[in-house]
T-cell receptor, first 116, second 113 residues
Framework: DAGVIQSPRHEVTEMGQEVTLRCKPI?????LFWYRQTMMRGLELLIY????????DSGMPEDRFSAKMPNASFSTLKIQPSEPRDSAVYFC??????????????FGQGTRLTVV | DAKTTQPPSMDCAEGRAANLPCNHS???????VYWYRQIHSQGPQYIIH???NNETNEMASLIITEDRKSSTLILPHATLRDTAVYYC??????????????FGKGTKLSVKP
């Protein structure tokens, strides 16, 4: 397996534009997590899914942020409209809940978003 | 909020053992202790996890106290490439609402030549 795949790796956009970040989890994993990382706030959990169902979105900063997981192999994080304070590195991670096979989370390489 | 407390930074000499402490005094009986690290500009990387027994793998050892209120990650022979931020996390690795993976501020380990 190629691991967790995120796209794009880098995104530069103008304030007010819509931004869509994409994630392909490891095949067979039933958890998917979205994180945001900044120098000031560290690594923040935005939302996580279990079996494609959003379990906890309390970390989503405001209504401009939305996340979907239409199937087990794909998730998106959308920001509309984007603002300069959304500039950060966004990570996606996936894991299993089967203790027999290992429950560690695997992270993608991240998407570095810059909103100007 | 993270349920763990770690020192913000530590130094270690290259070749020596690095012992990174973590307090998790409110840990529940079904919560595991996980350790991850993040090397600059990369995504976090899993190191090891355990419930109550000590664990060892090719990367590190995890020592959990008998009351499970604290643990120590041991890197037996630290190298310069081990310089990273190390995160200690408690989590229930099962489906549903207990599965969230919350990162605290971690410990920045600097391995020096």
């Amino acid at each position: 397996d190629a691991g967790v795949i995120q796209s794009p790796r880098h995104e530069v956009t103008e304030m007010g534009q819509e931004v869509t970040l994409r994630c392909k989890p490891i095949s067979g994993h039933d958890y998917l997590f979205w994180y945001r990382q900044t120098m000031m706030r560290g690594l923040e959990l935005l939302i996580y899914f279990n079996n494609n169902v959003p379990i906890d979105d309390s970390g989503m900063p405001e209504d401009r942020f939305s996340a979907k997981m239409p199937n087990a192999s794909f998730s998106t994080l959308k920001i509309q409209p984007s603002e300069p304070r959304d500039s950060a590195v966004y990570f996606c991670a996936s894991s299993l809940s089967d203790r027999g096979l290992g429950t560690e989370a695997f992270f993608g390489q991240g998407t570095r978003l810059t909103v100007v | 909020d993270a349920k763990t407390t770690q020192p913000p930074s530590m130094d270690c000499a290259e070749g020596r053992a690095a012992n990174l402490p973590c307090n998790h005094s409110t840990i529940s009986g079904n919560e595991y202790v996980y350790w991850y690290r993040q090397i600059h500009s990369q995504g976090p990387q899993y190191i090891i996890h355990g419930l109550k027994n000590n664990e060892t793998n090719e990367m590190a050892s995890l020592i959990i106290t008998e009351d499970r209120k604290s643990s120590t990650l041991i890197l037996p022979h630290a190298t310069l490439r081990d310089t990273a931020v190390y995160y200690c996390i408690v989590r229930v690795p099962e489906g549903g609402s207990q599965g969230n993976l919350i990162f605290g501020k971690g410990t920045k380990l600097s391995v020096k030549p």
